[in-house]
């Protein structure tokens, strides 16, 4: 049985840390109906930390600790329990181990729920604890399905609308109070966890001539979810605006803003993005904090070939110079500095970043938006940071001269500088910024390092099976008499997949290391095709080596590396 709210119980939390006003404590104590809701709500103050409260508590009941928010949940696990169970008992199926279904609850001590849902199972439940608030949420992200989102679509469309439909101008007023609608409500909040769910990057949801359509971003490519009435289109923007703390009467320009939703003891943040169209606004959701993106903020779990990561992590530690990550628009590129900020994160050092947008809230760093509207350009919030005392920056786009200038300098005279720049290989790079006006004696001296990449799909796991491809493709990469002797893989497609043949997404990679050598051609104003002569010397391989490296490890196929690679790259290494 859970531990009584005593004095002892009080002691025990006091010795767990500090606290400035005992006598708050107290009131809370006296407060709470039960000492599990008192160490929730320390929690939510900010007096303990979670993890620190749930050991403190499993040590207390005798039960492990999980937190659902961190750990790999089986699918197969959440399939041995119906929704409906699950929500009404609040336990969450996590994964199996041998023969017995590990699940998560707020009161693993009830013996009799515990034997009542091992009797559904049909197996041996062994419970753990987890705070009731991820419990809650995460049963309800891993049972959104496409059907618990068409029943909320149902319910939505069922709604009294206005006439004239979704015609904000004519209807406005009615428009804005059916968005409050509580079935419009659950329509968008299963719209959002289903993306959450299926591993989405972005939501678009579009207006046509005779219905709406949303789509997701899966891995890369856009996918038809689902397609409702036009007459719903104006209630469903006006929701997201609201979310999003956006004037709702303004739908003759692009609009921008922001929201999260609470995931458990976390949340999960997305940027909103509005533009007019010819039959209604469309507008774009981007899932800033997924929890496959959270899980990735580490170097190690990001399958970076060893070839790349150990000298990338070398030149990490470089007290001062410029590093780029470099690629387009979507290919994680943010997540990348994010995970090598993280392995930098000290208390011995101030580390600050200039991004635009904030796409994860970083514990420790000192993040700021850039924000035009009121000129505080990546140049301006540059030079105001170095009377900061730095000793690391991130700056999250180098797109204009001023910046590319300010940021040399601060290489220059002793900081460690991490940016990301638009351009098709690393060589390019270097080549970039004397296009854009940096002095040569300013640019070689100070680059230290400039990381390339691409993402690509990978193959399902549970559906892999190995194949041929064809011989024109394999001549492509390989000489007749040299074709690989070794399975190439591909997804054959599976409902965990969506029968796709691809889940999740890998990196292909190019590294390229300035030394003595690429910095006197770089003095010389040298080529790309010179810088990366040089560069190929010390290691530099270009991004489709790494796509053949990981195409013959089976994580993806060849056909990935033809659409992720630029072509201009293909042509230079075939030639």
């Known amino acids: ?124 439940v062994s419970p753990v604890f987890a705070f009731a608030a991820d419990v809650r949420d995460l049963v309800q992200l891993h049972y959104a399905t496409e059907q618990s989102l068409a029943e909320a679509l149902r319910s939505a469309e069922g709604v009294d609308l206005p006439a004239g439909g979704g015609d904000l101008d004519s209807r406005g007023r009615e428009i804005a109070q059916l968005a409050d609608n509580e079935q419009i409500v659950r329509f968008i909040n299963a719209l959002l966890l289903f993306a959450l769910r299926r591993e989405a990057s972005d939501i678009h949801v579009e207006a046509w001539a005779d219905e709406s359509i949303v789509r997701y971003r899966i891995d890369g490519n856009l996918h038809d979810i689902l397609r409702f009435s036009r007459k719903l289109h104006g209630a469903v923007v006006t929701r997201l605006k609201i979310m999003a703390a956006i004037d709702i009467a303004e739908r003759r320009f692009p609009t921008d803003g922001r929201f999260s939703i609470p995931l458990g003891s976390a949340s999960i943040d997305f940027r909103f993005s509005s533009i007019p169209s010819q039959y209604g606004e469309k507008v774009v959701l981007r899932l800033l904090g997924s929890m496959s993106r959270r899980s990735l903020l580490s170097l190690d779990r990001m399958l970076i070939s060893r070839s790349i990561l150990e000298p990338f992590r070398r030149v990490l530690k470089n007290p001062s110079g410029i590093i780029f990550v470099i690629g387009p628009t979507g290919s994680g590129k943010t997540t990348t500095l994010y995970a090598a900020l993280s392995e930098l994160n000290d208390r011995t050092v101030n580390i600050s970043t200039i991004e635009d947008p904030i796409e994860l809230r970083l514990e420790g760093i000192t993040q700021t938006q850039v924000q035009a509207n009121i000129d505080m350009s990546f140049a301006r919030m540059l030079r105001a940071l170095l ?33 990301t720049m638009h351009t098709n290989s690393a060589p390019e ?74 889940k999740g997404r890998i990196a292909f990679h190019e590294l390229l290391l300035v030394n003595r050598r690429v910095r006197t051609l770089i003095g010389k104003r040298a080529s790309q095709e010179e810088l990366a002569e040089a560069a190929a010397r010390i290691g530099y391989r270009p991004l489709r080596y790494d796509g053949l490296v990981k195409v013959l490890l089976g994580l993806t196929t060849i056909e990935e590396i033809e659409a992720q690679t630029p072509v201009e790259i293909a042509e230079a290494e075939e030639s």
């Open 1 to 124: 049985m859970p531990p009584k709210l005593d004095a002892a119980f009080l002691a025990a939390i006091r010795g767990l840390r500090t606290f400035t006003h005992a006598c708050d404590l107290d009131g809370w104590a006296a407060a709470a109906s039960h000492p599990l809701a008192l160490l929730e709500r320390l929690v939510d103050g900010g007096h303990l930390r979670k993890d620190e409260a749930g050991r403190f508590w499993s040590g207390l009941i005798g039960f492990a600790y999980v937190d659902p928010l961190v750990v790999a949940i089986s699918e197969k696990a959440v399939g041995r329990l119906t929704a409906e169970i699950a929500a009404k008992a609040q336990a969450l199926p996590i994964y199996l181990l041998g023969d017995a279904l590990t699940v998560a609850m707020p009161d693993p001590t009830d013996e009799k729920l515990v034997r009542r849902l091992g009797a559904i199972a049909g197996l041996p």
């Open 387 to 419: 009377r900061q005392d730095p000793d690391i920056m991130l700056v999250g786009e180098i797109r204009d001269l001023e910046t590319a200038k300010i940021a040399t300098e601060a290489a220059l005279t002793g900081h460690l500088v991490l940016a």
């Open 429 to 502: 790079a270097l080549v970039r910024l004397g296009e854009m006006g940096v002095d040569p004696f300013m640019v070689a001296p100070t680059v230290a390092a400039v990381l390339s990449q691409r993402l690509a799909r990978r193959i399902c796991e549970n559906c892999k099976e190995p194949y041929r491809p064809a011989d024109e493709v394999l001549r492509r990469y390989f000489n007749d008499a040299e074709f690989p002797e070794v399975a190439f893989y591909r997804g054959r497609g599976c409902q965990l997949c969506n029968r796709t043949g691809f």
